[in-house]
């Protein structure tokens, strides 16, 4: 089973900018994992995103933004809001797109 | 509007099955393909595979293979996942999600409110 890893916990003041990151086992994240980022907050569905690696999806907003950097997938929150305190997660697709690895997670704390 | 409404909790045996419904309602249902995640208790979703449901091509997850059956009812735009052979450890939350296109997996997006299984002897 392929890893995918994400930082365990990362803390980003209010206002500030942050960026996770997505790595894969295999070698460097490329446009063909369509790599997906998802925020959850506890009790709730994981809320999609970024889908293929730069693409917002209608409810999400900008301050979010998705990117290829260093050889893995990563998500930048800039002008961090409280509200954006929560687990993130992403999701790369392997063998032509055909088969799904999530990410272990990352812990956003605004403090 | 775009709905995934999924069946209720279950509880069940270890070495019994599950089959979650997954019906879907708000937009022409065989032009997207579902896909399932569960994510156990305190842990992250795990993606367990998904099915066109234009041409009801499958992939599942290596380690579901053999124990998970996904498939579509058009006529009732609804889509199951069935589990067997349930252990404890199958104990979780499980979704299904719309994906962004019919044949190919680059996304998904409305997501189902979930289906709570649990394993208990």
């Known amino acids: 089973q392929t890893v995918v890893t994400q930082e365990p916990s990362l803390t980003v003041s209010p206002g500030g900018t942050v960026t996770l990151t997505c790595a894969s086992g295999?070698?460097?994240?490329?446009?063909?994992?369509?790599p997906n980022w998802f925020q959850q907050k506890p009790g709730q569905a994981p809320r999609p995103l970024i889908y293929?690696?730069?693409n917002r999806h209608s409810w999400t907003p900008a301050r979010f933004s998705g990117s290829l950097l260093g050889g893995k997938a990563a998500l930048t929150l800039s002008g961090v809001q409280p509200e954006d305190e929560a687990q993130y997660y992403c999701?790369?697709?392997?063998?032509?797109?055909?088969?799904?690895?999530f990410g272990g997670g990352t812990k956003l704390t605004v403090l | 509007q775009v709905q995934l409404v999924q069946s209720g909790a279950e509880v069940k045996k270890p070495g019994a099955s599950v089959k979650v419904s997954c019906k879907a309602s708000?937009?022409?249902?065989?032009?997207?393909?579902i896909s399932w995640v569960r994510q156990a208790p305190g842990q992250g979703p795990e993606w367990m595979g998904w099915?066109?449901?234009?041409?009801?091509?499958?992939n599942y997850a290596q380690k579901f293979q053999g124990r998970v059956t996904m498939t579509t009812d058009t006529s009732t735009t609804t889509a199951y996942m069935e589990l067997r052979s349930l252990r404890s450890d199958d104990s979780a939350v499980y979704y299904c999600?719309?994906?962004?296109?019919?044949?190919?997996?680059?996304?998904?997006?409305?997501w189902g409110q979930g289906t709570t299984v649990t394993v208990s002897s």
């Open positions: 999600a719309r994906q962004l296109t019919a044949v190919t997996n680059y996304g998904v997006d409305v």
């Open positions: 708000g937009y022409s249902f065989t032009n997207y393909g």
């Open positions: 099915i066109s449901v234009y041409n009801d091509n499958t």
């Open positions: 295999t070698g460097a994240v490329t446009s063909g994992y369509f």
């Open positions: 293929s690696t730069t």
């Open positions: 999701l790369l697709y392997y063998s032509g797109a055909q088969l799904g690895v």
